[in-house]
């Protein structure tokens, strides 16, 4: 980058700055109505300061961690005596678009995978995703919660136990496809144990939730609401299977362009998440099913993008071999149609989710020596608890696969806030979950590298 | 469709209905409290329904005509007894979302034109547009406003005229394409004068807006909002051209993907939205300006899509016909890669706000016949004060330019809301203004269509 350049760019961070200070002398004098202007300003700072954040993967880290820690940092700029950000943390809007975007989140996360997907993984997928489920789960609920935090309600254990078990799917894939190693079969065991541990962690929630909102319940109850999560999941996707290209078919007959396709993907989503509310399990579980149900197929009566249409057009008098290259492009692109549509509204609201949530940490919490060896003890657990489960992976490289299984990310976030929300979880145990997140997706990857670069030399 | 298919689809519909009333049965019981899941629940119905009414362009009409229609159809519901949809008209967050979906919509436009574009449309383009403005503006705030509803005060007047002024660009330019004129002189200057008018309405939106915030205002005072509103739109253009790429640059060096070219776009038009707020003017005048500044070359330094940068992969070997052929389409599509990275937003906020619009039409003030008469001779006025815009288009045939200039939509409708915004629009001018968009937008289409194949049978 030139001088010139560079007195360019903080001639602009001074006008940003301004900007902001201005901003926040407009919000004093309204004394808390906050406009919609505002918001879009908040909107636009957060969604920046989100990809600035996203430096931190010129050090190997991955993004999310980046938009976490940018969200500490805004949040806690209060300590400083800085109540600028103050207005953003209690924006009705700013909240709701955040968990509209988690619930993208898990839309999106269902579109990459399918149930036949699933199927395939098999076996070790399926035990390795159970024992890292039940281990750290059980250890966090009866062992490391009452010996390091003793003294509180079951329910907070519970819920301490509970966001120990999901895999952070996004950080693990993000890691091995760095690496390039994401057809390997270690790869492909920690990437099924993942989809497969995010529906166990979902079901769990969906227990933990009905439990601190109806009291201690008996084996009775939880094998009720855990039948009424699977029954939900199955009903969802069978009835789903179903109405989907019921619906696309006959709204195809209004219009066959993307607007139509986007609209019955976001309306399917929406109405999924919503009837999963309604019955009692989380929104994100209804978003989930919902992208699991839909695939290209449901959408044949519609039409292609213009650019896809119109290159089929153009190498359709070429030469055979050209023709059939690049006609397969296009027919691989084809099969993400769905997940590219959705993209553009994810990259809006999904670093909300992670700003957002590293904004409700508080800094002050780690003040205090005892939630500080706390934070680092349950750590341990979850790294653990994670890496016994390499132990079910059979012939696949159990260190692999145990490390791999190790980050978590937005599952366990989401625990969070639905136990902040229900009220079970407090600050305290708050910034402790927040803070195992950060400890374990910081520090998964470097030591998943080491250990995939010792295995491949071992190899030769 | 085969009988079985329409039972299925009966089905769903009974099926959605009584998910409806459930979730209404949940509001009642809730006392008003409405939470995150029932607002997915009402952006999916809204959405759904929006597009259902897109049916309307089976019969020759457009799109956003079925979802204005459409909103008036649910936000009346209440005069037949029914008050489902009473919640979603004053849910906070829906009314932000629609308000976000003007920003975008002035935003698409915005990029859609470039500022040379709008210099090269030239001299009859610019006097259709200015003769286009003044007409109806002067005969519905100095004739027509004060002769129809007596007594009235000055500034409710200037927001009836001002609405008048505005051509809506996408009514226009879909009849056009249609019918497969689109590159005709005629079509030519009418879109160039649709563009250039928005500019001239949105100016005069921010004089008439001031107006009514600081009383009646002399001349110099209007100079200077004119004036202000100028120089905020040349600084907008001046100043971004020239941080756009800077800002491109330095933050293409954190990541080169798409994520962050799509987040550099929105935080512009939700930056430059804030910014015209800041200075008195409308949010969507800095969205258009935003989008008007912002071009593919400031993001040079951005890879190509996964798609675009697998097919140039394989046609690098093919024979050199076919390899020019699709390089040629990859480029065309590449001159539109801001717009396509925006659509799937405007496919989910857009139509939220015609349907959100309609919604707020009360059709309980058209039972007085001096609001129906009202309406209909102000529709006349609107007619004429834009035919006779189509003097001004020298050698181009007038009828076309003239009916071509007629329709009015998205910003006459903002115009309103700004309006009502203010105190200045009553409930029966709000109405009266929506009516005046519905029947030139229901009746230009086809009455543009039949001068349109007159013209073509003379030339022959």
Redesign the interface.
Known sequence: ?MPG?KF??SG?FVGLLL?LF??AD?WAASAGAV???????W???L??L???S??I?KLGQTAVLGELLIGVLLGNLYLLGIDLVEPAKTN??IA?LA??GV?ILLFQIGLESSPADMRKVGVPAFLVACVGVVVPFAAGTYLVGPWLLPGLSNNAYLFLGATLTATSVGITARVFSDLDVLHSREARIVLGAAVIDDVLGLIILAVVSAIVKTGEVGAIDIAWITFKSLLFLLGALVAGN??AP??S???S???TG???K???L??????F???A??IGLA?IVGAFAAGLVLDEVHFRDFSEP??IA??RR??AN??P???R??RQ??D??EKHSLQV?????G??LV?LFFVYTGMQVKLDVFFSATTLVTALGITVVAFVGKLVSGLAAGTADKWIVGWGMAPRGEVGLIFAVTGKALGVVSDQIFSVIVAVVILTTLLTPPILTAVIRRAEKNRK
Request: proline fraction near 3%.
């Open positions: 980058m350049n360019a760019c602009i900007v201005t901003g407009a406009t919609a202007a505002e918001t879009y300003l909107l636009a700072l969604l920046l989100a990809k600035i996203g430096l993967e009705e809007v709701f968990e509209l619930v179903r109405i019921v619906i078919r006959w709204l007959k209004v219009h993307t607007g139509m986007f609209s019955i976001i309306a399917f989503c929406l109405i998440a919503w009837l509310d309604l929104p213009d650019l119109n290159i153009v190498i070429s030469d071999d050209t023709a290259n690049v492009t296009l691989r692109h549509l959705i993209e553009p509204v990259h809006f670093p």
